[in-house]
């Protein structure tokens, strides 16, 4: 499914071909750290977009036919009803087993901004199969919300001013979005902020970033319960503060970015597998590899079966071997957009959107 400006259209991913007719529905946003509105899964695809009678509404279509299976209006279903402004622009979607969620910030007319006023962020849950609305809450210790692939229980984060102190909290989907245990992180602020998740699940742990920024905690997500943590050193005495966790899609493996490095650890203990340096990325015109990750989100790494993908600061897309770490090929479009490339995983390949076209990688490079 690619989502542009003027209409939605699907593709066959052997070939490239359009396989259905275009709807539409469009999304004028780019996807960014605070903006992924497209999810996938058990054959349907799910889009925040807008269409000619509604603006800001959720989409269901199969992927099998292109056909539309439900709609939701948002703004009509929420309770806060005409008072709910901008809450689809910084929206994302994401799926687990068989319920939707769509997060993001709370924004209503007439309510000022401040920077060091704490962010509202918000859950809204709808059943997959025909779009009813499930469950919806909201708080100011909603944001940055991970929904795992499995399971019931999601992580958030509180929402705090720059430079101050924050904590992650399970929210329990089974119970209607129901606060569960919460552990204070005393660093890490770029946490507490709406967007796609820089937490992440792996093997029933939530992991995230705390101590100086230099440190990955692993907890157990039924109980919060700290399962092991692991400390990375700079090698030329420059502060470390690693990048957004992202894990294998078995979930027996975590990798984190650190500094120019890549870190694959053992997700049951945090044994490290290997480190991976890819020095090309400062020879390309970019600074240090996966430096910009603080900002730009964990939208930025992907993993097939055997293959890591990730993007550098110099907006290169690497291929990197799961089991070595070691570099399988490297792409780079010359004549890209200033703000880089799209792309997605799927399958055994890796499909980029730059300059108006889609290309297909094989995950080595084949």
Not at 188 to 206: E, K, R
Not at 286 to 312: E, I, M, P, Y
Request: hydrophobic residues 40%; aromatic residues 10%; proline residues 6%.
């Amino acid at each position: 499914m690619v989502v542009t400006a003027k209409a939605t259209s699907f593709l066959d991913a052997a070939t490239g071909d359009p396989v259905f007719r275009p709807l539409n529905a469009t999304n004028p946003f780019r996807m960014s750290g605070s903006k992924y509105p497209t999810a996938y899964a058990d054959g349907v695809f799910y889009l925040l977009c807008d269409t000619p009678s509604q603006p800001g509404v959720l989409a269901a279509f199969d992927a099998a036919g292109g056909k539309v299976k439900w709609v939701i209006n948002l703004a009509a279903s929420d309770p806060g009803g005409p008072t709910l402004v901008s809450m689809y622009p910084s929206n994302y979607v994401a799926v687990a087993g068989d319920t939707v969620y769509v997060c993001g910030q709370v924004s209503r007319r007439h309510e000022k901004f401040s920077a060091e006023s704490p962010t509202t962020g918000y859950i809204r849950a709808f059943k997959a199969a025909t779009g009813k609305k499930l469950w919806q809450v909201e708080g100011t210790d909603i944001n940055n919300v991970l929904v795992p692939p499995t399971g019931s229980r999601l992580l958030a984060a509180s929402a705090v001013p720059a430079r101050k102190p924050g904590r992650v909290q399970m929210i329990d989907a089974g119970r209607r979005g129901a606060r569960g245990w919460k552990v204070p992180i005393p660093f890490t602020s770029y946490y507490f902020t709406p967007g796609w998740p820089m937490t992440c699940y792996a093997a029933g742990l939530f992991l995230f970033a705390g101590g100086n920024g230099d440190t990955l905690f692993a907890v157990d997500t039924a109980t919060g319960d700290e399962k092991w943590h692991r400390r990375f050193e700079s090698k030329n005495g420059d502060q470390v503060k690693i990048g957004y966790p992202f894990s294998s899609l078995d979930g027996a493996t975590v990798y984190v970015p650190v500094g120019s490095d890549l870190a694959a650890m053992d997700s049951a203990d945090g044994t490290l597998r290997w480190v991976a340096t890819l020095d090309g990325a400062n020879k390309m015109g970019g600074s240090n590899l996966f430096n910009a990750s603080l900002s730009l989100g964990g939208k930025n790494a992907q993993c097939s079966a055997d293959t890591v993908f990730a993007t550098d600061s110099a907006q290169t897309l690497w291929a990197i071997d799961a089991a070595t770490g070691r570099a399988r090929w490297k792409y780079r479009d010359p004549g890209q957009p200033d703000v880089g490339f799209m792309w997605t995983v799927g399958g055994d390949r890796v499909f980029i959107a730059s300059n108006l076209t889609m290309t297909a990688i094989a995950a080595h490079g084949r």
